[in-house]
């Protein structure tokens, strides 16, 4: 816990350092549906749907040209996914959701260009960190409906913690920035099987879709010229 609580202390310092030398920089939040690739349970009796979670964090823009810009910063973000199952008087309905800090690095490129907007194509990757998770849901036997949760052990010992605390990503999305405010849609693809060993299926990495609202301070009318 300790060496967590420093990571997460140096990250939040380089983002305060980063955001002195950025010519954009803001605030951004929005709505989280994750369903992360669990393998082999992908077509099973298993049904996997969205887990509603949410996003926010503070967002930092590096212009590169008129058309061009890398976009950073630290977010804090719920990630999972919901499995449900029904048969006569048995089934279930869980949902895994992990609590992350994440950094991205994104190439964004503007397509379309107006006095006071900007259409941008996103794509880039991202470094997650995982604070904490839990499973939560129900259970159904014979009629009797059970309920539950239980928090994960996540960290990088193969025997003692069920979820690797750190993964990487890739992310496509696309972002309207109209005056000082963004509305934007992105899709996280997981590159990490986070699983120390099956927990359900045969691996689970994160997918996510994020539709985001910011606000960001800066120099846009610069960036549009």
Same mark, same amino acid.
């Given at each position: 816990?300790?060496? #967590? ?36 349970? !992908? ?7 969205? =887990? ?14 008129? =058309? ?41 490129? =503007?397509? #379309? ?31 009797? !409906? ?6 994960? !052990? ?10 690797? =605390? ?42 996510? #879709? ?16």
């Amino acid at each position: 816990m300790k060496i #967590l609580f420093r990571v997460l202390l140096l990250l939040f310092i380089a983002s305060l350092s980063l955001s002195i030398q950025a010519q954009t920089y803001g605030f951004k939040t929005g709505l989280v549906l994750g369903k992360s690739d669990l393998g082999e349970m !992908e077509g099973s009796a298993y049904e996997l749907k969205m =887990s509603p979670g949410f996003h926010g964090g503070l967002v930092l823009e590096f212009p590169i040209s008129k =058309s061009l810009a890398i976009e950073s910063g630290i977010s804090f973000t719920t990630k999972g996914v919901r499995i449900f199952y029904e048969e006569e008087d048995n089934g279930l309905d869980y949902s895994y959701k992990f609590y992350n800090l994440e950094i991205p690095a994104r190439l964004k490129v =503007s397509v #379309l260009s107006t006095q006071n907007s900007k259409l941008y194509l996103g794509f880039g990757t991202y470094l997650g960190l995982a604070r904490d998770g839990k499973l939560e849901g129900t259970e159904t036997y014979s009629g009797q !409906e059970y309920s539950g949760e239980m928090y994960f !052990e996540i960290g990088n010992d193969d025997d003692e913690d069920s979820f690797k =605390s750190l993964e990487t990503g890739l992310s496509v999305g696309i972002e309207l920035q109209n005056g000082s405010l963004q509305y934007g849609i992105k899709y996280d693809i997981g590159l990490t099987d986070i699983a120390h060993y099956p927990q359900v299926g045969d691996a689970m990495k994160h997918r996510a #879709l994020t539709i985001s609202i910011g606000y960001v301070f800066g120099s846009f009318k610069k960036s549009a010229e």
